[in-house]
């Protein structure tokens, strides 16, 4: 028996119920966008999540502001959604303190 901590596609409960797994899934986090107003706007971003990328992509006043500046990332795949997006990413570290130094 499994637990995931977050909603799983029906490819993937489908591939373990096939071979033999039952799924229990409890979602722990919850994303919701805050609705900001002021969007004074750095000339280098910091992106710590795929989520972040996403829910600014999907801001269009906020995108108009942001893309194609130079960005910094945790994890590679942040990296390549923010690529996909336009942006120029100048460091990417696998988490947020080694990002810092």
Avoid: W, Y
């Avoid at 499994?2 to 119920?17: E, G, N, R, V």
């Avoid at 002021?38 to 992106?47: G, Y």
């Amino acid at each position: 028996k499994l637990l995931s901590t977050k909603t799983l596609s029906f490819d993937i409960k489908d591939h373990l119920t096939k071979i033999g797994s039952s799924v229990e899934e409890h979602p722990l986090i919850e994303i919701h966008p805050l609705h900001l107003n002021n969007h004074k706007i750095q000339s280098v971003l910091i992106f710590t999540s795929q989520n972040a990328v996403r829910l600014a992509n999907k801001n269009n006043a906020l995108k108009n502001k942001i893309i194609g500046k130079k960005s910094f990332c945790v994890g590679q795949k942040t990296s390549k959604l923010l690529e996909n997006f336009g942006f120029k990413v100048i460091q990417m570290r696998e988490n947020a303190n080694d990002l810092a130094h």
